[in-house]
């Protein structure tokens, strides 16, 4: 899809040492940590719902989900808020703070061999200066059961 | 045209006036003399049809503008209201509900109705029957002519061409009036030659003319044809077509013309009188306004947020300890509180919604089943929640249609076992505590238990040898098994093999129970208790360890403190005994999975009991928070089938609550 466009709008946001990236079309918000309420007998890495403003949303630990060691959350601590067809879904990440426009040539497919993740969820990756951005494919991070074009 | 975003409003307000329509039709059966009504029914007919021909839904439109023609010479007093007129108008309501029914399930309304518009219509033709000498060539016409024009018309004589007097009544709305005429102009010249009009041709233009406008024309048509041509433009009320007599001289037609032009005026003022009176009829109802229920679930989500800060607000004054901002934020919790039960009741609506169709249903019902029923309804003013309202409608017709088909019987039989020949059906819907029961009561044959049982068995729903045991609540609970039909010839009302089945599925998807009561030979009465809301329940808040979790209200029984003592142990599964009954502890700790579940039982316990249908569990927490109104909310599309879990709320702190399903809890 975005081989049509020129560029298209990331959001930047770190677990550990590194950079990951979100289209901004699937993101509605970013919001600080708030009291999370578990949820008994559901995945490792859904941490719970919280409550914003009245809507009950689901959230998701990327780190616990990227197989990442837990890191607790500290004030830079957010969670960026996805839609993801009808499926709203928080996505806890160390920080979120950036804003990018990536030409869409630069994005590459993964790598056979990204470190140590799985990396069924990275749709590509971008060489930015010295950094590369994984750009994250929001169905596959959250199982949600749909024909992904890829 | 784009109309999409007015069709859910025409799709309401259709529904509306058709309901009206049908309420008032039901009255005029009753007190047929009542012109008062019928001028109700030709306005919510009217309405209708403006709105289906703004809407290019033609063949509504069309219905409704025979309709309309009818009830115009019933208020006239041209036409008698006989029972026959009320089957034919009853019978065009029907097609109408069909038609608004196709365009709400995304059809394009149409449907043949020729039949029931020539039933209208014969009515329609009757009137120059009914009321003798109409005024077809006795009245010379309402113009004046002068010689030039009374020379044209007298030479058409010998041709063709035969001269008419078309009145035509525009709309009482029509905004533009100047198009209208412009369109009548242009039908009647295609139609023939125009030779004058009143007012001028200049004065209708500018619109200097109430509604009704006169042209005299030439036409080789007959008037029926010139009318149907007219009929078509819309926002026209009325046409009426005049054949002008040519036998008599312009003088008489002189004298003819300044007495007629008398009545006319007179005519105009009781149209007048009759549109005043309406608008104080529209008065009395209630005002309303229709709003989104979205949007009504946003300002309660928003709300929420507002109770919370106040919550906040309450504890930063308390730690301030100011007393004027105190008493401020005190006089803003009182406020947000009314403020809540507005909100809440705002979701309500009065029963009355679904239960006004019945009347009508129960109607032709009565007909088609040869029997004679009277339908008595209390309690319309009830209040339930929308979304319950919604989905109550369908069970409550089956239920209807069972006891007509299956409870009342014929005439015959009645007065054979010394009943009176007219049935009754009691529908009556009241609040007790925080459910809503709404019961239908026939005093029909009632039901047989031994039919039952017997097609029970034959029909491999039940066994011979657990008849012995079963109570009489349990085998009438058997007509709701699916496969289930008790009567003995498949009816087109009840009995598809479908249905209470069906009924009690819903019910029971609502929150609700259906209960049977029988007397056989006496009558039946079937009781539905629902939930007042599915939006928001009653609960107990628990705590276990530092989690909060709300358990329904209406699936406990009671909460105990229990001795450690006291638990027993069976197969690996401790037991209480509660009241004489052995009843599984159940650890909500464990299952749940809450952090360090110690194998150490405190000395005492505290436990929920809650039940399932007559089986109980007792739930160990840690304490009781209390009891409390909670919004009961989804988890959302992501979190499905979460194990025991049956959603979530929002507490007064901002903080999320789970909410508990006992039924998964109990096996």
């Known amino acids: 899809m975005?081989?049509?466009?020129?560029?298209?709008?990331?959001?930047?946001?770190?677990?550990?040492?590194?950079?990951?990236?979100?289209?901004?079309?699937?993101?509605?918000?970013?919001?600080?940590?708030?009291?999370?309420?578990?949820?008994?007998?559901?995945?490792?890495?859904?941490?719970?719902?919280?409550?914003?403003?009245?809507?009950?949303?689901?959230?998701?630990?990327?780190?616990?989900?990227?197989?990442?060691?837990?890191?607790?959350?500290?004030?830079?601590?957010?969670?960026?808020?996805?839609?993801?067809?009808?499926?709203?879904?928080?996505?806890?990440?160390?920080?979120?703070?950036?804003?990018?426009?990536?030409a869409t040539s630069q994005l590459e497919p993964p790598p056979e061999v990204v470190g140590t993740e799985s990396f069924d969820y990275i749709k590509a990756v971008a060489k930015m200066n010295q950094q590369i951005l994984i750009l994250i494919d929001l169905a596959k991070v959250l199982n949600i059961e749909e024909n992904v074009e890829i | 045209m784009e109309m999409n975003q007015y069709l859910d409003l025409f799709i309401e307000e259709s529904k509306e006036h058709l309901q009206n329509c049908n309420d008032l039709l039901l009255k005029l059966e009753q007190s047929p003399e009542d012109l008062f009504i019928v001028n109700e029914i030709f306005r919510s007919a009217h309405t209708l049809k403006g709105m289906s021909a703004t809407m290019e839904f033609n063949d509504l439109a069309q219905l409704t503008h025979q309709m309309e023609?009818?009830?115009?010479?019933?208020?006239?007093?041209?036409?008698?209201?006989?029972?026959?007129?009320?089957?034919?108008?009853?019978?065009?309501?029907?097609?109408?509900?069909?038609?608004?029914?196709?365009?709400?399930?995304?059809?394009n309304g149409?449907?043949?109705?020729?039949?029931?518009?020539?039933?209208?219509?014969?009515?329609?033709?009757?009137?120059?029957?009914?009321?003798?000498?109409a005024p077809e060539t006795v009245q010379v016409g309402k113009l004046t002519?002068?010689?030039?024009?009374?020379?044209?018309?007298?030479?058409?004589?010998?041709?063709?061409?035969?001269?008419?007097?078309?009145?035509?009544?525009?709309?009482?709305?029509?905004?533009?009036?100047?198009?209208?005429?412009?369109?009548?102009?242009?039908?009647?010249?295609?139609?023939?030659?125009?030779?004058?009009?009143?007012?001028q041709a200049t004065a209708l233009e500018e619109e200097q003319f109430d509604f009704e406008f006169t042209v005299t024309i030439l036409s080789s048509n007959t008037k029926e044809e010139i009318e149907i041509e007219l009929l078509k433009i819309s926002e026209i009320d009325a046409v009426e077509i005049i054949a002008i007599d040519l036998s008599q001289a312009s003088e008489e037609v002189a004298v003819a013309v300044e007495e007629t032009s008398l009545p006319t005026k007179k005519e105009v003022e009781v149209t007048q009188q009759q549109t005043s009176s309406f608008k104080q009829q529209s008065k009395h109802g209630t005002k309303t306004i229709r709003v989104n229920i979205e949007r009504l679930d946003i300002l309660m989500n928003l709300f929420e947020e507002l109770v919370i800060d106040r919550g906040r607000l309450l504890q930063i004054s308390q730690d301030?300890?100011?007393?004027?901002?105190?008493?401020?934020?005190?006089?803003?919790?009182?406020?947000?509180?009314?403020?809540?039960?507005?909100?809440?009741?705002?979701?309500?609506?009065?029963?009355?919604?679904?239960?006004?169709?019945?009347?009508?249903?129960?109607?032709?019902?009565?007909?088609?089943?040869?029997?004679?029923?009277?339908?008595?309804?209390?309690?319309?003013?009830?209040?339930?929640?929308?979304?319950?309202?919604?989905?109550?409608?369908?069970?409550?017709?089956?239920?209807?249609?069972?006891?007509?088909?299956?409870?009342?019987?014929?005439?015959?039989?009645?007065?054979?076992?010394?009943?009176?020949?007219?049935?009754?059906?009691?529908?009556k819907a009241y609040h007790s505590g925080?459910?809503?029961?709404?019961?239908?009561?026939?005093?029909?044959?009632?039901?047989?238990?031994?039919?039952?049982?017997r097609k029970a068995i034959a029909k491999g729903i039940i066994k011979e040898e657990e008849i012995a045991s079963m109570e009489d609540q349990e085998i009438y609970q058997l007509i709701f098994s699916s496969g289930f039909s008790t009567a003995k010839e498949i009816s087109d009302v009840s009995g598809r093999g479908v249905g209470l089945d069906v009924v009690k599925s819903i019910i029971e998807s609502l929150g609700g129970y259906v209960t049977i009561q029988s007397n056989e030979g006496y009558g039946s009465t079937f009781s539905i208790q629902l939930p007042l809301t599915l939006s928001i329940i009653s609960a107990m808040l628990v705590e276990v360890e530092n989690e909060k979790y709300a358990i329904p209200l209406s699936s406990i029984i009671e909460t105990a403190i229990i001795k450690k003592a006291d638990i027993m142990k069976t197969h690996n599964q401790q037991v209480i005994d509660f009241r004489g009954k052995v009843v599984p502890l159940v650890s909500?700790?464990?299952?749940?999975?809450?952090?360090d579940v110690s194998e150490e039982i405190p000395e005492t316990l505290s436990v929920v009991i809650v039940r399932k249908g007559d089986k109980l569990a007792a739930l160990i927490v840690s304490s009781f928070i209390g009891q409390q109104e909670i919004v009961l909310k989804s988890l959302g599309d992501y979190l499905t089938n979460v194990f025991a879990i049956s959603g979530a709320t929002i507490l007064g702190d901002g903080q999320v609550a789970l909410i508990i399903d006992c039924n998964e809890l109990i096996k």
């Not at chain 2, 039908?187 to 023939?192: A, D, I, S």
């Not at chain 2, 299956?406 to 049935?423: F, T, V, Y």
């Open chain 1, 2 to 102: 975005e081989n049509k466009q020129h560029t298209v709008q990331l959001i930047v946001f770190q677990l550990g040492d590194k950079e990951y990236g979100v289209p901004v079309a699937d993101v509605l918000s970013i919001e600080k940590i708030e009291h999370i309420t578990r949820v008994p007998g559901t995945e490792k890495y859904i941490k719970g719902v919280i409550n914003l403003r009245g809507v009950i949303l689901p959230i998701v630990d990327l780190r616990t989900r990227f197989n990442l060691p837990e890191h607790p959350y500290s004030q830079h601590t957010r969670i960026i808020i996805t839609k993801k067809g009808e499926k709203e879904v928080g996505l806890i990440v160390d920080t979120a703070n950036d804003v990018i426009d990536v």
């Open chain 2, 69 to 107: 023609n009818v009830l115009d010479l019933i208020r006239n007093e041209k036409l008698a209201v006989s029972s026959q007129v009320l089957d034919v108008l009853f019978l065009a309501a029907d097609y109408l509900e069909e038609m608004v029914e196709s365009i709400a399930n995304g059809g």
């Open chain 2, 110 to 133: 149409q449907l043949n109705v020729e039949t029931v518009v020539k039933q209208l219509q014969s009515l329609d033709s009757n009137q120059p029957l009914e009321i003798g000498n």
């Open chain 2, 145 to 199: 002519y002068d010689d030039y024009e009374w020379t044209v018309l007298s030479q058409s004589k010998d041709t063709d061409y035969q001269p008419f007097e078309v009145t035509v009544q525009l709309h009482k709305d029509c905004l533009l009036k100047a198009v209208r005429v412009f369109m009548v102009f242009e039908t009647l010249e295609k139609n023939g030659e125009i030779i004058k009009s009143h007012p």
């Open chain 2, 320 to 427: 301030l300890d100011h007393q004027g901002l105190q008493e401020t934020v005190e006089h803003m919790s009182r406020i947000s509180g009314d403020l809540q039960n507005i909100i809440l009741n705002m979701r309500m609506v009065p029963i009355d919604t679904v239960f006004n169709r019945f009347p009508k249903m129960v109607r032709q019902l009565a007909k088609d089943l040869h029997k004679s029923v009277n339908l008595e309804i209390i309690g319309a003013q009830t209040e339930l929640d929308r979304t319950v309202i919604d989905e109550i409608g369908d069970p409550l017709v089956h239920l209807i249609r069972n006891a007509m088909d299956h409870g009342i019987e014929k005439p015959e039989e009645r007065l054979a076992k010394g009943k009176p020949q007219q049935g009754t059906i009691i529908l």
């Open chain 2, 434 to 453: 925080n459910h809503i029961f709404i019961e239908i009561t026939d005093d029909g044959a009632g039901i047989n238990k031994d039919n039952v049982c």
């Open chain 2, 588 to 595: 909500l700790q464990s299952i749940f999975e809450v952090n």
